[in-house]
């Protein structure tokens, strides 16, 4: 079975620049997280959705950034308008989320976003 | 929230050496996960051990949930082991999965 896919993998844009980064999660899994890694900060949680549906944003840094999960095969994170501290490398990861039961999470190989 | 604390920050091995990295959390657990970031920066899942003990390999963990500590063992490194180790442990009041990760150990094995 496929892991978790992102694209694209590496992103080099420019100041002020739309960047939109793409998640397909495991097939079967319900919950998504978005994860952003800098050598300054570490791997911090941005947003997480269940079934869809966000449930918590409040690691999202600024309005700039947006995320969005339309089917549960696919979510987007958005940054608009870029800028070079939002350069890092973001990181998507799923799992089978409930009450009980095996709830692993399993991470795509990031995107690796330099803005100039 | 929960609090995940891991130590050693930094290790350096010959090759060959044994060690012992340890992963403190501050509340009970249904899921705490061990992960190895390679050079690539790739995030690679090493075992899934809310509780009790396992072995893959040269690897092998354990989680005393009841002490709140888990602590990776890796006997006879070798120079792919280097990276940085992460813990990451999900509190049982949590209804969505959601992990805090430890700071991570930076591991380097020296041929």
């Known amino acids: 079975d496929a892991g978790v896919i992102q694209s694209p993998r590496h992103e080099v844009t420019e100041m002020g620049q739309e960047v939109t980064l793409r998640c397909k999660p495991i097939?079967?899994?319900?919950?998504l997280f978005w994860y952003r890694q800098t050598m300054m900060r570490g791997l911090e949680l941005l947003i997480y959705?269940?079934?869809?549906?966000?449930?918590?944003d409040s690691g999202m840094p600024e309005d700039r950034f947006s995320a969005k999960m339309p089917n549960a095969s696919f979510s987007t994170l958005k940054i608009q308008p870029s800028e070079p501290r939002d350069s890092a490398v973001y990181f998507c990861a799923s799992s089978a989320t409930g009450t009980s039961g095996r709830t692993e999470q399993f991470f795509g190989p990031g995107t690796r976003l330099t803005v100039l | 929230g929960i609090q995940v604390e891991q130590s050693p920050p930094d290790l350096i091995l010959q090759e060959g050496a044994n060690s012992t990295l340890r992963c403190n959390f501050s509340?009970?657990?249904?899921?705490l996960q061990w992960f190895h970031q390679n050079p690539w920066g790739q995030l690679i899942n090493l075992f899934y051990i809310p509780s009790g003990t396992k072995q893959n390999g040269r690897l092998s963990a354990t989680t005393v949930a009841t002490e709140r500590y888990s602590l990776l063992y890796i006997s006879s490194s070798q120079t792919t082991d280097s990276g940085v180790y992460f813990c990451?442990?999900?509190?049982?009041?949590?209804?969505?999965?959601?992990?805090?990760f430890g700071a991570g150990t930076q591991v380097v094995v020296t041929p």
């Open positions: 959705f269940n079934n869809n549906v966000p449930i918590d």
């Open positions: 509340d009970s657990v249904n899921n």
């Open positions: 990451a442990a999900r509190t049982i009041t949590d209804s969505w999965g959601k992990l805090q």
């Open positions: 097939s079967g899994h319900n919950s």
